[in-house]
């Protein structure tokens, strides 16, 4: 288990007193095992207060990723720093300095919601002095300050995701990771999820590393690495990831498909495909080309839709491929 940590259960969040070193770098990072080559030559940079997003499908290599980070896996080659310690070196200092959310929970459903805080405190030694204080605030970061004597086995799911990041953030972590966390959620649970993810960034100041398969959450974060076979295939803002694709999308539905098809070629030089509502065409600056061309057929058009690019596209122009079709996950 983790090892333990002997700061002040009333110190400020450690992230206000090491500004300048990054939350996390990585370089060359590889993972082998005797079937597949995981993890092929990753690096990444996460500054402190960042939220880091890891997308991509199933065996993409997030999981592995993840694991090297928080030292649950030794990497076959590459170099981890967290919070400015060497993985190698000081896992012990790397492993107080994070807090980790697993795909699978691991609390104690016969112990209460306060029970298996203080049951960490303890695996953590954690000073007794402020951490009755400590566990309150983290029961009410969660919305379970009700509940903080009811069994954990007669919570709902979102509740004890919400427990669970509370137990990963009681120690003051600087790096709070979190494998797929609104895995098995619903989409209600999922945005209260969200909603309290911005929360614990604002109140405790700490940097947040996820891995998602879903698109929309990936657009919520400040910074994302798209994984693909176990490499990234592109990291940046979501803006500036679909900004690098020119074309929107524009779908049309027009009363002669056929005939509005050889207009757009003749009169426009766009070629138009078939679409899911009729015709889909690509062409940059969508929306001041919608008008042209509607004057510019001499068919009626019933609908047209200008879709900008995301990261579902960010993605098909970097591996060939939709994440979607892959993952099950929305789009
Ligand atoms: N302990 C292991 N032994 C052998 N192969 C493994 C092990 N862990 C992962 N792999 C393989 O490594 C590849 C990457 O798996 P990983 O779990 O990191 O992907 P992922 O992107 O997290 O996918 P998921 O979202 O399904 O967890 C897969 O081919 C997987 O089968």
Redesign the pocket.
Known sequence: MFGTGHRSAQAPPIAHRCQGVPAIRATGLH?S????D??RGVDLTVEQGETFG?L????????????MLCTL?VPTAGHIEVAGHDTRTAPGPVRRSLGIVF?ESTLDGELTAAENLRFHADLYAMPKAGLAARIDAMLDLAGLTARRHHLVRTFSGGMRRRLEIARGLLHRPRVLFL??PTIGLDPQARDRLWAHLREVREREATTIFL?T?YLDEAERCDRIAI?DD?RIVAQGTPAELKSTLAADRIDLRTGDDVAAAVALRERFGIEAVAGPRGLRVQAENGARLVPRLCAGLDVPVYEVTVTRPSLDDVFLHHTGRHIRDE?GGDG
């Open positions: 993972k095992y005797p079937d597949v995981a993890v890891l991509g499908p199933n065996g993409a290599g997030k999981s592995t990723i993840i694991a896996a795909q494998d797929e891995t398969h994984v176990g993952s």
